[in-house]
């Protein structure tokens, strides 16, 4: 009896430490997965972590950061979730996953009408200003080939910034996810035909919840025990329908 007892404290104790834990969530202007409408933040992966904190019994705040910073926020404070973020060899030691939530595909964007602009190569890419997204995987895997962020790569802090500036012609090519930069491009006043995709770069990673390697070790288990349940019940399927056309 004793020991029933003590066990079923021990249940509560562990059950309010988990509820007490207080954790937050970073992400970046990425649309459709995660973007800002009218004060709040939604798209794909943010209502998709918000079915599965409910699913867990969590909450989380979230704030929307320049991808540089939010990785960073991620990586120095316990107990924070980062999305949508690329699993990858480097980053694989320095979060706990929960995932994937989505595929990905990375392009290189021209405007169609730059007929000067050809590109059917990697090598091809050297000769031209490329616009891409500070600390982003696929950033990292240019610089790993060989372009400089001095020369060939012009940083900014978001996809948002760099459709602009491929629309005023300040970069000749830009990285970016395929949905993500039409959806950019009419966000901005622009037909999606006004871009060219001219060289896929990656569609081998996909998109995760990232969190933190210090946090509570009884988090991870428990997002990932929900992340399956909201699998299993359909609702990611019904969100892709919503936000995602593959």
């Not at 540089?68 to 996953?97: G, K, M």
């Not at 996809?159 to 039409?182: C, G, P, Q, T």
């Amino acid at each position: 009896m004793k020991s029933r007892y003590l066990l079923g404290i021990c249940a509560l104790l562990f059950s309010g430490f988990v509820h007490a834990t207080e954790l937050t969530a970073v992400t970046e202007m990425l649309p459709p997965l995660n973007y800002e409408e009218q004060g709040v933040v939604t798209g794909y992966s943010t209502e998709l972590l918000q079915a599965v904190l409910q699913t867990a019994g969590l909450s989380a705040p979230i704030s929307i950061l320049p991808w540089a910073r939010a990785y960073q926020t991620a990586q120095t404070q316990p107990n924070t979730i980062i999305y949508s973020i690329v699993r990858t060899a480097e980053r694989e030691p320095l979060f706990d996953w929960i995932g994937p939530i989505s595929k990905r595909q990375i392009f290189l964007f021209k405007l169609r009408a730059r007929k000067d602009v050809e590109v059917s190569t990697l090598s091809d890419a050297r000769k031209y200003r490329i616009g891409a997204v500070r600390e982003m995987a696929a950033t990292q895997q240019l610089i790993k080939q060989g372009f400089n962020p001095e020369e060939s790569l012009d940083l900014a802090p978001t996809d948002e910034s760099n459709v602009k500036k491929l629309f005023l012609n300040r970069v000749d090519l830009i990285v970016a996810l395929d949905w993500s930069a039409y959806f950019l491009a009419k966000q901005n006043g622009h037909s999606v035909t006004e871009l060219e995709p001219v060289l896929l770069l990656d569609n081998s990673h996909a998109y995760y919840f990232g969190l933190n390697k210090q946090s509570d070790a009884a988090l991870t288990g428990k997002l990932n025990q929900a992340f399956e349940q909201v699998r299993a019940s359909g609702q990611m399927d019904k969100l892709k329908s919503k936000y995602v056309r593959d």
